[in-house]
């Protein structure tokens, strides 16, 4: 929908991982890998890593800024259950 709509290519997809199993958002991201032939990351889950290099491979100026080391540093969101928080 985003290329139909406007000038933009879609070069990663980032898919959410709500109500899934680990085992169906593994799935889920080996499918949408494999169908639209993109890089393909649940974000909250496995950080954003994949999308960073999507990005640099893309737009190789960006590249060149990116150190690979400290895209270990980008923490992951941690999400809190409701329970947790009462």
């Known amino acids: 929908m985003i290329e139909a709509i406007s000038q933009s290519q879609v070069i ?7 109500d899934l ?8 991201i080996a499918d ?4 639209f032939q993109l890089p393909t990351t649940d974000v909250l889950k496995y950080g954003c890593e994949t ?5 640099a491979d893309r737009f190789p100026a960006l590249n060149e800024k990116i150190n690979p080391i400290a895209l270990d540093a980008i923490p992951i969101m ?9």
Request: net charge negative.
């Open 32 to 35: 949408h890998e494999a169908y």
């Open 21 to 28: 199993t680990d085992e169906e958002v593994l799935k889920s």
């Open 12 to 18: 990663a997809i980032a898919i959410n991982h709500e």
């Open 51 to 55: 999308l960073i290099q999507a990005l």
């Open 78 to 86: 941690t999400i809190i259950s409701d329970e947790a928080v009462a």
